[in-house]
């Protein structure tokens, strides 16, 4: 099985995190995003979405992140531990709330702060307008409150005693904007405690090895500069915050 992934990405980085905690034996293909990688030609005929991840199981492709992980969990039924994805019919749902739920949520605000605050900078040649940012913020603070009071309650995680492809999902998108320099863990005692958990769960080496490319954003964002995809960045990011 091969994954097309770039760790920068969350998505990717719940793909490849469930893969590696559960044993499941992969190749890594990298696809780095920001050199436009995915838009090469021989992406594109792995790939008409193209985006990351892809996964290519024998002569089957997939796409999108949580069709991947639900993927995995059914073909390694076997070998994969009920928790991730429970058989159960009400504890799955609750599962696939969050995911239903996350997308254009925790996934789209930690994304926004994420783009605001390490890449505006560079690719626009300006400092981010202090309303966009404040906005782009709160939103993110709002999404996070819903993960504590509906999702996490008081729960050690999202549904129940044990980690769920939910908790996964959830960790990567938080980690994005912490990536930037955003602690979002600040003044969050249930959080912190969450993500505690959540990295015990998928074992800290793994996950520390997991999110290395995002904790180290900093550096990607200087050999952009003098990136040839930066002006078509520039116009992208136009659209999206004009």
């Not at 940012?133 to 939103?139: G, L, N, P």
């Not at 980690?163 to 990567?172: N, T």
């Amino acid at each position: 099985m091969e994954l097309y992934l770039d760790l920068h990405s969350q998505p990717c980085r719940s793909v490849f995190l469930f893969a590696k905690a559960v044993g499941i034996p992969f190749e890594v293909k990298l696809v780095e995003i920001s050199k436009g990688q995915q838009y090469t030609d021989e992406f594109g005929q792995l790939s008409i979405i193209r985006k990351v991840p892809v996964m290519k199981d024998g002569s089957f492709v997939l796409t999108e992140s949580t069709a991947i992980l639900k993927y995995l969990v059914q073909k390694h039924a076997s070998s994969v531990a009920d928790h991730w994805f429970p058989a159960e019919l009400q504890q799955r749902a609750r599962v696939n709330e969050y995911l239903s739920w996350q997308h254009m949520n925790l996934r789209a605000h930690g994304s926004k702060v994420f783009l605001l605050k390490s890449m505006f900078p560079i690719i626009m040649g300006s400092e981010v307008p202090k309303e966009k940012m404040s906005a782009a913020v709160e939103d993110l603070n709002q999404s996070l409150q819903m993960l504590e009071e509906k999702f996490l309650q008081s729960k050690p995680f999202i549904i129940g005693d044990k980690i769920s492809l939910a908790d996964l999902v959830a960790i990567v998108e938080i980690m994005q904007p912490v990536g930037a320099g955003v602690d979002v863990f600040v003044g969050r005692p249930k959080l912190s405690a969450w993500r505690d958990r959540v990295k015990k769960a998928i074992g800290e080496k793994l996950f520390d090895e997991g999110h290395e490319a995002i904790m180290a954003v900093s550096g990607l964002m200087e050999k952009m500069k003098s990136s040839d995809e930066l002006e078509m960045l520039k116009q992208k990011f136009k659209k999206l915050f004009s």
